[in-house]
């Protein structure tokens, strides 16, 4: 299994930005995907995630109403919309094949240490 983020990049407060994650290797039927972001010297935090089976989401406090996690079954390909970008958005967004998606999205949750290459997201002015 093999994921390859991408999408990152400056950009300014309240613009929008969409990542994409193309996963090779199994489906997104048969995967639970998420996306996770670290600041430097920080935790990987969970911010969203999708299963596979049934296409449930889960988003993190600090992005819900803001963040929107889709998926193209054609290409593979799970994408993160990232709307209303904020200063504290700013971080290294990387996906993941995790074993569950629910509440929490813990980095323990990855699955055999499925991780793909981290995108930069810089939001400043």
């Known amino acids: 299994v093999q994921l390859q983020a991408s999408g990152g990049g400056l950009v300014q407060p309240g613009t929008s930005l969409r990542l994409s994650c193309v996963v090779s290797g199994v489906t997104l039927d048969e995967a639970d995907i998420g996306w996770f972001r670290q600041v430097a010297g920080k935790k990987r935090e969970g911010v969203s995630c999708?299963?596979?089976?049934?296409?449930?989401?889960y988003y993190a406090d600090s992005v819900k109403g803001r963040f929107t996690i889709s998926r193209d079954k054609a290409k593979n390909t799970v994408y993160l919309y990232v709307n209303s970008l904020k200063p504290e958005d700013t971080a290294v967004y990387y996906c993941?094949?995790?074993?569950?998606?629910?509440?929490?999205?813990?980095?323990?949750?990855?699955?055999?240490?499925?991780w793909g290459q981290g995108t930069q997201v810089t939001v400043s002015s």
């Open positions: 993941a094949k995790v074993i569950m998606c629910g509440p929490g999205l813990y980095e323990d949750w990855v699955d055999d240490d499925y």
């Open positions: 999708i299963g596979g089976t049934f296409g449930n989401t």
